[in-house]
């Protein structure tokens, strides 16, 4: 059972959560905000009883079972381990951290308190024609995979005003903001992960109209990926936020006896028998306009397909925690295709090779931190 729920966060991504548990019946009892002002704002528009500018609180909040982490990135791995710590359960924005230290250290919070759910928010994994696709994968429907390719174009991510999004340093840039997505579901659909990878990552744009002055931005807007992966399949990615207009994505996997394609959140394939490529499943997910409450208008930080995904982890959480009666309790079945906090230190280690890659212009081996590094990491 759920008693309530701790944003921490007032940003884009706290906008949309906050409205999308409220709709489903989910109480959001706290909220942490980088200013009091801030977070009083936010609290009185959405009806949230407590607000603060100082995160302990909220993680101390006694009504406060879930704390759901919104922050910049270089803020993840303090408040997940301190919320693990403290005994609550928590679920945590992309990426896991700046670098594999800060997953380290979160990976080590939730292998000491395995009782407690330690999810990151990589909403793909549960959309319907992802796990049809990564079904039809399992089962050989088109053969031995060889190639995953994957495009995304959208306009920019960056708002009226500095924000950490600019910042490489806190974390912004469309290689963590959508990159760490894709590198997780590359590894979900396929079953295999990167052992080697070659990076471009690029900041073309370093002020606006609206950016100037004093402040450069110098987080990414361009990536270009190429990865080897454990069982001899070769993926890139390319992500592109300089085509205004209307979010792409296209994930393609080819096999020895075929392809699957999904665009935006439609399953295409060319199989065994078939003539030409097939519509194999369309998104018929309805999204109300209580749950798009918090969308702001063209918004790129949270493309449509992502918060379909987001809806979906959000309604399995939710019956995580209804399955059980007593309180803190809660039943894994629901949430078996989240991604652990491991699976986010995978994408941080590969994160961090590419961005080495792009430094020296070479191939980088993706080596995931040991066992003793990460105690490491978390004593210190």
């Known amino acids: 059972m759920l008693e309530g729920v701790g944003v921490v966060g007032t940003g884009s ?16 009892v706290a909220l942490w905000g980088p200013t009091e002002e801030q977070a009083r704002d936010l609290a009185r528009q959405f ?29 993840h791995a303090q408040v997940a381990s301190k919320a693990l710590g403290i005994g609550k359960h928590v679920l945590c924005e992309r990426p896991a951290g700046i670098n594999k230290s800060d997953a380290a250290k979160m990976v080590t919070a939730a292998q000491y308190y395995p009782s407690l ?22 089962d050989g429907e088109i053969g031995e995979v060889f190639l995953c390719d994957v495009r995304m174009t959208c306009g920019s991510l ?32 396929t079953g295999q ?19 100037g002055g004093i402040r450069h931005i110098t987080s990414d807007d361009f990536c270009s990926i190429q990865m080897e992966l454990s069982r001899g399949a070769t993926a890139s990615i390319t992500l592109n936020t300089h085509v205004p207009g209307q979010f792409k994505q296209e994930l393609l996997v080819i096999g020895s006896e075929g392809r699957l394609v999904i665009r ?15 519509l194999l499943m369309a998104d018929i997910q309805h999204v109300t306009e209580r749950q798009k409450q918090g969308i702001p208008p063209a918004s790129n930080e949270l493309p449509l397909p992502y918060f379909k995904g987001m809806l979906k982890l959000i309604d ?27 699976d986010g230190m995978y994408v941080q280690t590969v994160l961090d090779a590419v961005r080495e890659s792009d430094r020296t212009g070479a191939w980088q081996p993706v080596v995931v931190v040991n066992e003793d590094d990460r105690n490491r990491f978390f004593i210190s």
């Not at 992960?193 to 950016?211: L, P």
């Not at 935006?264 to 097939?278: K, N, P, V, Y």
């Not at 059980?324 to 652990?340: G, M």
Request: charged share 25%; net charge neutral; with cysteine.
């Open 13 to 28: 991504m706290a906008r949309v959560l906050i409205p999308t548990l409220q709709a489903i019946g989910v109480k959001v």
């Open 47 to 75: 009806g949230i009883p407590f607000h603060t500018d100082r995160i302990d609180d909220v993680l101390l909040h006694q009504e406060v079972d879930l704390v759901c982490i919104n922050t910049s990135p270089h803020l």
């Open 117 to 138: 759910m330690s999810i990151m928010n990589h909403g793909l994994r549960f959309l319907p024609a992802f796990t049809r696709l990564k079904r039809m994968v399992q």
């Open 158 to 189: 960056l708002k009226d005003k500095y924000t950490w999004m600019c910042d490489e340093n806190m974390g912004g840039g469309v290689l963590n903001m959508i990159g760490s997505h894709l590198i997780d579901i590359i590894t979900f659909l």
């Open 193 to 211: 992960k990167a052992i080697k990878v070659r990076g471009m990552v690029k900041t073309f744009v370093k002020q606006t109209e609206n950016i």
């Open 264 to 278: 935006e959140a439609d399953l295409f394939g060319l199989t065994t028998g078939m003539t030409r490529e097939q």
């Open 316 to 342: 399995a959480l939710k019956e995580s925690f209804e399955r059980r009666k007593e309180r803190l309790s809660w039943d894994d079945e629901p949430v078996t295709l989240a991604a652990t906090f491991e």
